[in-house]
């Protein structure tokens, strides 16, 4: 079975702040692909990464940065230097190639302060 | 590029109602996707249109939604009738996967419906 959790249900910042935000997945597929959506208070979902199973290559974009070890079945997502528009709930996804399903995690709702 | 348009934004109906969403993806994007979103939780697929053929609707309540995707582009989500654990955020999304590639690739989301269920 496929499932992704995300542990931390809310987490509170203050500007500047550097956070991390966990996502732990189980699957038995080989292939998979693993991503991070932002859901700002608009609602709409926005997309930010995806990672296939076979790349765990870190990733840097901007103040964004992504962790991804195969080893411990975790993609975590960090935030340098916090701002305030980067309050939204943030999803983690698990996509497999084998069921065409994408499942995701319950979310976790950031929220920076200034 | 103009993105998933969904209407009605904000829809509250009394219980045992019926209520109907549309959805426009992107135009050209072949797979369309309903997720409902319940307050607190992470979106759950209710169903997934490749073109006008349904892919996956394993998790819709078919006793009383249904959906359509007539010509492969525009589709409507029906819930009739109503109960109160039915309310929640109706997400629409649309990518350009087709065939296994449907689910590992960028999904594109509308704003949502909202449905309150009194």
């Known amino acids: 079975a496929q499932k992704v959790t995300q542990a931390q249900t809310e987490i509170s910042v203050v500007e500047k702040e550097d956070v991390t935000l966990d996502c732990v997945y189980e699957?038995?597929?080989?292939?998979?692909?693993l991503f991070w959506y932002k859901q700002p208070p608009s609602g709409e979902l926005v997309f930010l990464i995806r990672?296939?199973?076979?790349?765990?290559q870190n990733e840097i974009s901007g103040r964004y940065s992504w962790n991804f070890q195969k080893s411990t079945s975790s993609f975590n997502f960090t935030i340098t230097a916090s701002q305030v528009v980067d309050s939204a709930v943030y999803f983690c996804?698990?996509?497999?190639?084998?069921?065409?399903?994408?499942?995701f995690g319950q979310g976790t709702t950031l929220q920076v302060k200034p | 590029e103009a993105g998933v348009a969904q209407s009605p934004r904000y829809k509250i109906i009394e219980k045992r109602q019926s209520v109907a969403f549309w959805c426009n993806p992107i135009?050209?994007?072949?797979?369309l996707y309903w997720y409902q979103q319940i307050l607190g939780q992470g979106p759950k697929l209710l169903i997934q249109?490749?073109?006008?053929?349904?892919?996956?609707d394993s998790q819709l309540p078919k006793d009383r939604f249904s959906a359509e995707r007539l010509k492969g582009v525009d589709s409507t989500l029906k819930i009739q009738p109503a109960k109160l654990e039915d309310s929640a955020v109706y997400l629409c999304?649309?990518?350009?996967?087709?065939?296994?590639?449907?689910?590992?690739?960028?999904?594109?989301f509308g704003e949502g419906s909202r449905l309150t269920v009194l």
């Open positions: 999304a649309s990518s350009t996967g087709t065939g296994r590639a449907m689910n590992t690739g960028e999904l594109f």
């Open positions: 699957t038995r597929d080989t292939t998979y692909y």
């Open positions: 990672r296939n199973s076979f790349d765990e």
């Open positions: 996804a698990l996509g497999s190639s084998n069921t065409g399903k994408l499942i």
């Open positions: 135009s050209g994007h072949a797979t």
């Open positions: 249109f490749q073109n006008n053929g349904v892919v996956d």
